[in-house]
């Protein structure tokens, strides 16, 4: 398949380290935030989302945080698989329903080495 | 349960041809979705529609890029004529009234 990303900033570690991928948004509307995972060939995948009246949220594996002061998004991967080499974007929308469409990020380049 | 299915996965046209794609939402999803997602960035809006109706379609090149969602099902996204820089992947997703999006695998488009 096609290659995603090919020009994006590019995060390397080893497996079983923990990732941290960051992300500044500029829409201070922005009330719904969420991160996307994109592997060569196919469409975005969700991984976890948080709104705006949380700072933390905890999924399995994955935690992203939420800085609205200083408009910054980071997804935290515990324990680095080679799965989970990717293209990691953030998206984000105004409105807490996320009724309307996504805006997304320039994307990460995630590389697990085994 | 089915996800979002586009077609064709791949297409190859001339500069000033046509090409139409085909995206087939989650069944009973009412909100779908057209991204255009260049080599290297985030996708990003085309149009959106809500059952058969245009909620957005602002970011749309409506020159050449039309888009319709017959019956509030299956959607059609077509370029005429195409540009080189229409070479991107085009995305569709779809929701539930505006919550969390399933994306399709995507059509990939090349226009020499």
């Known amino acids: 398949g096609e290659s995603v990303g090919l020009h994006l900033p590019t995060l390397s570690v080893q497996e079983g380290d923990n990732s941290i991928i960051n992300c500044a948004y500029s829409n201070s509307a922005s009330d719904y935030f969420i991160w996307y995972k994109q592997e060569s060939g196919k469409g975005p995948q969700f991984i976890i989302d948080i709104r705006s009246n949380m700072d933390k949220r905890q999924g399995q594996r994955v935690t992203v945080l939420l800085n609205k002061t200083v408009k910054h998004l980071s997804l935290q991967i515990a324990a680095t698989q080679p799965g989970d080499s990717a293209v990691y974007f953030c998206?984000?929308?105004?409105?807490?329903?996320?009724?309307?469409?996504?805006?997304f990020g320039s994307g990460t380049r995630l590389q697990v080495q085994p | 349960e089915a996800g979002v299915a586009q077609s064709p996965r791949y297409k190859i046209i001339e500069k000033r041809q046509s090409v139409a794609f085909w995206c087939n939402p989650i069944?009973?999803?009412?909100?779908l979705y057209w991204y255009q997602q260049i080599l290297g960035q985030g996708p990003k809006l085309l149009i959106q529609?809500?059952?058969?109706?245009?909620?957005?379609d602002s970011q749309l090149p409506k020159d050449r890029f039309s888009a319709e969602r017959l019956k509030g099902v299956d959607s059609t996204l077509k370029i005429q004529p195409a540009k080189l820089e229409d070479s991107a992947v085009y995305l569709c997703?779809?929701?539930?009234?505006?919550?969390?999006?399933?994306f399709g695998p995507g059509t990939r488009l090349t226009v020499t």
């Open positions: 529609f809500q059952n058969n109706g245009v909620v957005d």
């Open positions: 069944s009973g999803h009412a909100t």
């Open positions: 997703a779809s929701s539930f009234y505006g919550a969390e999006q399933y």
């Open positions: 998206a984000e929308t105004p409105g807490a329903t996320g009724r309307r469409a996504l805006t």
